[in-house]
């Protein structure tokens, strides 16, 4: 818009310079010594002294482009290796990103060496740092997290940039309590630091520190820094461990500090019933199991509610019998009113509810509840029946084959048989005229083939007790196997 200003600014000029010439004509003497005289008209005069100053502008111009040259220079070499390095330092993160750590820390580690800028080193020791991490060498991980500080400097952003990606990579590596020691004073500097407060939140959260948990999650909730989803997990899982731990001492000043949707959730609802029911406050612990399970009939907070004393057997079977109306076929509701029906003695509505249940689905527990429900009315075929129903749910046991016969011993380096001079000296054998008792324990269950014992030379029986002392009967005498091809053999032989 300027330019088009000053455009139509000399154009007025031009024309009004034109009109003033033509209406005042005349002739220009320029004197030169010693007598010399230059006549012109004042229209051409006027026309050389803007081509003067025009020419006289442009050598000015050209001198001092030509001074300046070196410093143009100086800023070309800079734009260049601001380039390069920008360059580089995106292909190194890109491949930090693709999952290439080799490659990218190769590029990183060139740019490292060639630039001078505080920003580039910082942002490119950085991702060395997650490359190292993702190859599992901490050592030069700790290194490149050294330079970057020392690349910093003074340079406050810079710092708060290299702690904060410190403290990321040691809570990668499930060194939580490290990551705390960073991030803390971080936080206590700047409050709105969101993504400082969210790596604590995931510190705190490793750490089962959680009071911290809860109060870190209220503050990003509180300024839209966490999805409201993710928030109520959170303080479902921080508020039911902080009742646990409070125990019923503490459990009014936990339980007011929670808003109304957050008492319904179910984890904080399970632990607040079961702090009540510890101290046998079961009016109590309905009502909150009630307000839970008339959001969400979750099967958790049914098995709490299940477990009711019998005075307020019949308070629940109402409520139960209420949401049945609205999910007449919920397998674990079904199966909450039959253990409702078991404390009140209900023996046949009990059964109706439970076979209910098992029609929409088999569950072992239901399995077990008619088993002693059959049990105790004294129908043990019935019981039986569940009961190998509910073992076939946890799994076909395997059947053991049992055999008849034993596997050999191995006899092999039985010491009874020498080799001597080319010679086997024949083991003695003994062989009982009975089987009504075991030759040795190791034969204890054998059962024999032959009826009748096998002829055996008399110069080879040998009693047992002349060569071996009484407790060596019950052990197994027998010759290695191929020995007696081997002795006969030689007999053969010999003979």
């Known amino acids: ?154 340079d406050q952003r810079l710092q708060t940039v290299v702690t904060t990606a410190r403290a990321s990579l040691l809570l990668d590596q499930g060194a939580a309590a490290q990551a705390v020691q960073l991030l803390q004073p971080l936080q206590d500097a700047n409050s709105r630091a969101y993504h400082t407060a969210q790596l604590l939140l995931r510190a705190y959260r490793k750490l089962e520190d959680y009071d911290r948990v809860y109060e870190l999650t209220r503050l990003l909730l509180r300024r839209n820094a966490l999805e409201r989803s993710e928030a109520l997990l959170l303080i479902e899982e921080s508020a039911a461990a902080r009742l646990y731990a409070g125990g019923p001492d503490n459990f009014k000043r936990l339980w007011n500090d929670l808003r109304t ?72 509701l079904l199966t909450t009113l039959g253990q409702l029906c078991l404390k009140g003695e209900l023996w046949g509505q009990a059964e109706y509810y439970l076979k209910r249940s098992l029609a929409q689905r088999q569950d072992l527990q239901v399995y077990a509840l008619l088993g002693a429900l059959s049990d105790s009315l004294e129908r043990q075929n019935e019981a039986a029946q569940y009961w190998r129903q509910a073992a076939a749910l946890v799994g076909e046991l395997p059947i053991i084959q049992t055999k008849k016969w034993l596997p ?17 000296e024949s083991a003695p054998s003994y062989v009982p005229s009975t089987y009504d008792e075991p030759i040795a324990a190791s034969a204890a269950g054998f059962e024999h083939e032959l009826t009748t014992p096998a002829a055996t030379p008399a110069s080879a029986v040998t009693p047992t007790s002349h060569r071996y002392g009484t407790h060596e009967e019950y052990f197994d005498t027998a010759p290695p196997a191929g020995v007696e091809e081997l002795s006969n053999g030689s007999q053969k032989r010999n003979s």
């Open 261 to 332: 949707e957050e008492k319904t959730l179910p984890a904080v609802a399970l632990a607040a019933a079961e702090l009540k029911a510890a101290t046998q406050d079961y009016e109590e612990e309905a009502r909150i199991l009630e307000a839970a399970l008339q959001l969400q009939l979750h099967p958790l907070l049914l098995q709490r509610y299940a477990q009711s004393p019998r005075e307020q057997v019949a308070r629940r079977l109402a409520k139960a019998e209420h949401w049945l109306k609205a999910q007449p076929d919920y397998p674990e």
């Open 1 to 154: 818009m300027r330019a088009w200003i000053w455009t139509v600014v000399l154009v007025v000029v031009g024309v009004a310079l034109a009109l003033v010439l033509r209406e005042h004509s005349g002739n220009v003497v320029v004197l030169l010594p010693p007598t010399t005289k230059v006549e012109f008209s004042l229209n051409f005069a006027i026309v050389a002294l803007l081509l003067a100053f025009l020419l006289f502008y442009g050598v000015l111009r050209c001198l001092s482009w030509l001074i300046n040259s070196s410093e143009r220079f100086r800023g070309w070499r800079s734009r260049r290796a601001q380039k390069r390095d920008q360059n580089l330092l995106q292909e190194g993160w890109l491949f930090v990103l693709e999952g290439r750590p080799d490659q990218a820390e190769k590029i990183l580690s060139k740019l490292l060496g060639k630039t001078r800028q505080a920003k580039t080193k910082v942002l490119a020791a950085v991702a060395v740092a997650r490359a190292c991490q993702d190859q599992a060498d901490y050592r030069r991980r700790d290194e490149a997290l050294i330079l970057a500080e020392e690349s910093a400097d003074k």
């Open 408 to 424: 050999a011993a191995d006899v092999t380096l039985d010491p009874q048989a020498t080799l001597v001079d080319g010679h086997v």
